[in-house]
Protein backbone atom coordinates (compact mmCIF):
# COMPACT_ATOMS: atom_id res chain seq x y z
CA UNK A 1 0.00 0.00 0.00
CA UNK A 2 3.13 2.37 0.76
CA UNK A 3 4.53 1.03 -2.33
CA UNK A 4 5.02 4.30 -4.86
CA UNK A 5 6.97 2.79 -7.59
CA UNK A 6 5.45 2.80 -11.02
CA UNK A 7 5.33 -0.99 -12.45
CA UNK A 8 3.90 -0.06 -15.87
CA UNK A 9 0.63 0.83 -15.91
CA UNK A 10 0.27 1.16 -19.32
CA UNK A 11 -2.22 -0.24 -21.50
CA UNK A 12 0.66 -1.65 -23.81
CA UNK A 13 2.39 -3.38 -20.83
CA UNK A 14 -0.63 -4.88 -19.76
CA UNK A 15 -1.59 -5.96 -22.50
CA UNK A 16 1.98 -7.73 -23.18
CA UNK A 17 1.81 -9.29 -19.50
CA UNK A 18 -2.04 -10.90 -20.31
CA UNK A 19 -0.64 -12.55 -23.33
CA UNK A 20 2.40 -13.55 -22.13
CA UNK A 21 0.87 -15.07 -18.79
CA UNK A 22 -2.15 -16.77 -21.20
CA UNK A 23 0.26 -18.55 -23.34
CA UNK A 24 1.84 -19.77 -20.11
CA UNK A 25 -1.42 -21.08 -18.76
CA UNK A 26 -2.29 -22.63 -22.49
CA UNK A 27 1.24 -24.32 -22.39
CA UNK A 28 0.81 -25.71 -19.06
CA UNK A 29 -2.84 -26.50 -19.63
CA UNK A 30 -1.87 -28.58 -23.01
CA UNK A 31 0.75 -30.42 -20.52
CA UNK A 32 -1.12 -31.32 -17.86
CA UNK A 33 -3.60 -32.22 -19.93
CA UNK A 34 -4.16 -36.27 -20.45
CA UNK A 35 -3.27 -36.44 -24.33
CA UNK A 36 -1.56 -38.15 -26.39
CA UNK A 37 1.80 -36.53 -27.91
CA UNK A 38 0.65 -36.05 -31.76
CA UNK A 39 -3.06 -34.33 -30.42
CA UNK A 40 -0.23 -32.43 -27.53
CA UNK A 41 1.86 -30.81 -30.52
CA UNK A 42 -0.99 -30.53 -32.20
CA UNK A 43 -2.56 -28.37 -29.75
CA UNK A 44 0.44 -26.61 -29.07
CA UNK A 45 1.23 -25.43 -32.69
CA UNK A 46 -2.96 -23.96 -32.70
CA UNK A 47 -2.66 -22.35 -29.65
CA UNK A 48 0.80 -20.80 -31.04
CA UNK A 49 -0.86 -19.55 -34.54
CA UNK A 50 -4.06 -18.25 -32.37
CA UNK A 51 -1.75 -16.43 -30.08
CA UNK A 52 0.32 -15.33 -33.40
CA UNK A 53 -3.07 -14.09 -34.87
CA UNK A 54 -4.41 -12.43 -32.10
CA UNK A 55 -1.10 -10.60 -31.66
CA UNK A 56 -1.40 -9.87 -34.90
CA UNK A 57 -4.54 -8.51 -35.10
CA UNK A 58 -3.74 -6.23 -31.91
CA UNK A 59 -0.58 -4.72 -33.83
CA UNK A 60 -2.91 -3.86 -36.47
CA UNK A 61 -5.18 -2.23 -34.63
CA UNK A 62 -3.05 -0.27 -33.01
CA UNK A 63 -1.39 0.70 -36.16
CA UNK A 64 -4.91 1.81 -37.27
CA UNK A 65 -5.66 3.36 -34.26
CA UNK A 66 -2.26 5.14 -34.76
CA UNK A 67 -3.12 6.21 -37.89
CA UNK A 68 -6.47 7.71 -37.57
CA UNK A 69 -4.16 9.97 -34.59
CA UNK A 70 -1.87 10.85 -36.94
CA UNK A 71 -4.60 11.64 -39.47
CA UNK A 72 -6.39 13.54 -37.24
CA UNK A 73 -3.04 15.56 -35.67
CA UNK A 74 -2.36 16.52 -39.56
CA UNK A 75 -6.08 17.99 -40.20
CA UNK A 76 -5.94 19.91 -36.70
CA UNK A 77 -2.60 21.27 -37.63
CA UNK A 78 -3.56 22.23 -41.17
CA UNK A 79 -6.58 24.32 -39.44
CA UNK A 80 -4.90 25.82 -37.41
CA UNK A 81 -2.55 26.78 -40.00
CA UNK A 82 -5.42 28.02 -42.01
CA UNK A 83 -6.73 29.78 -39.19
CA UNK A 84 -3.55 31.82 -38.13
CA UNK A 85 -2.69 32.75 -41.83
CA UNK A 86 -6.32 34.30 -42.12
CA UNK A 87 -5.78 35.96 -39.33
CA UNK A 88 -2.78 37.30 -40.08
CA UNK A 89 -4.04 38.32 -43.22
CA UNK A 90 -6.67 40.50 -41.18
CA UNK A 91 -4.24 42.04 -38.67
CA UNK A 92 -2.21 42.68 -42.13
CA UNK A 93 -5.41 44.43 -43.80
CA UNK A 94 -6.26 46.19 -40.34
CA UNK A 95 -2.96 47.70 -39.77
CA UNK A 96 -2.19 48.41 -43.64
CA UNK A 97 -5.90 50.42 -43.22
CA UNK A 98 -4.62 51.82 -40.28
CA UNK A 99 -1.14 53.19 -41.98
CA UNK A 100 -3.07 55.00 -44.69
CA UNK A 101 -5.51 56.73 -42.47
CA UNK A 102 -2.41 57.75 -40.10
CA UNK A 103 -0.85 59.24 -43.41
CA UNK A 104 -3.86 60.42 -45.08
CA UNK A 105 -4.56 62.05 -41.52
CA UNK A 106 -0.39 63.35 -41.66
CA UNK A 107 -0.92 64.70 -44.77
CA UNK A 108 -3.99 66.93 -43.89
CA UNK A 109 -2.52 68.32 -40.98
CA UNK A 110 0.68 69.16 -42.77
CA UNK A 111 -1.18 70.60 -45.38
CA UNK A 112 -2.99 72.94 -43.21
CA UNK A 113 0.40 73.94 -41.20
CA UNK A 114 1.64 74.98 -44.89
CA UNK A 115 -1.44 76.86 -45.32
CA UNK A 116 -1.89 78.95 -42.24
CA UNK A 117 2.39 79.75 -42.47
CA UNK A 118 1.90 80.45 -45.97
CA UNK A 119 -1.08 83.32 -44.47
CA UNK A 120 1.13 84.08 -41.67
CA UNK A 121 4.39 85.31 -43.86
CA UNK A 122 1.66 86.58 -46.30
CA UNK A 123 0.12 88.93 -43.72
CA UNK A 124 3.45 89.91 -42.25
CA UNK A 125 5.37 90.43 -45.65
CA UNK A 126 2.02 92.93 -45.95
CA UNK A 127 2.97 94.77 -42.84
CA UNK A 128 6.58 94.86 -43.88
CA UNK A 129 6.41 95.60 -47.02
CA UNK A 130 4.30 99.08 -45.40
CA UNK A 131 6.84 99.58 -43.16
CA UNK A 132 9.33 99.40 -46.03
CA UNK A 133 7.43 101.86 -47.72
CA UNK A 134 6.58 104.40 -45.28
CA UNK A 135 10.34 104.18 -44.17
CA UNK A 136 11.20 105.31 -47.90
CA UNK A 137 8.45 107.89 -47.63
CA UNK A 138 10.04 109.24 -44.88
CA UNK A 139 13.39 109.20 -46.35
CA UNK A 140 12.52 110.79 -49.56
CA UNK A 141 10.15 113.68 -47.06
CA UNK A 142 13.44 114.09 -45.08
CA UNK A 143 15.67 114.36 -48.44
CA UNK A 144 13.56 116.91 -49.77
CA UNK A 145 13.51 118.60 -46.56
CA UNK A 146 17.27 119.00 -46.17
CA UNK A 147 17.51 120.09 -49.64
CA UNK A 148 15.01 122.56 -49.44
CA UNK A 149 17.18 124.13 -46.36
CA UNK A 150 20.43 123.60 -47.46
CA UNK A 151 22.90 121.19 -46.42
CA UNK A 152 24.22 123.62 -43.69
CA UNK A 153 21.39 124.06 -41.82
CA UNK A 154 20.31 120.61 -41.82
CA UNK A 155 24.05 119.00 -41.01
CA UNK A 156 24.55 118.32 -37.23
CA UNK A 157 26.23 120.47 -35.26
CA UNK A 158 28.32 119.25 -32.20
CA UNK A 159 31.03 120.67 -30.35
CA UNK A 160 33.98 117.79 -29.77
CA UNK A 161 35.21 117.35 -26.20
CA UNK A 162 38.31 118.53 -25.17
CA UNK A 163 40.53 115.81 -23.64
CA UNK A 164 43.25 116.48 -20.75
Do not use: C, H, W
Request: net charge negative; aromatic share 6%; hydrophobic share 35%.
Amino acid sequence: MGNDRDYGDGISTRLTYFLVGAGIGAVLALLFAPKSGEELRNDIADATRKGIDKSKEAAQQLGAKAGEYVDAGRQKAGELYDTARETAGEYYEATRERAADLYDTATTKAGEVVTKTKDAVSSQAGSISAAVEAGKKAYVEEKRKTELSGRTEAAPTYTPEKSM
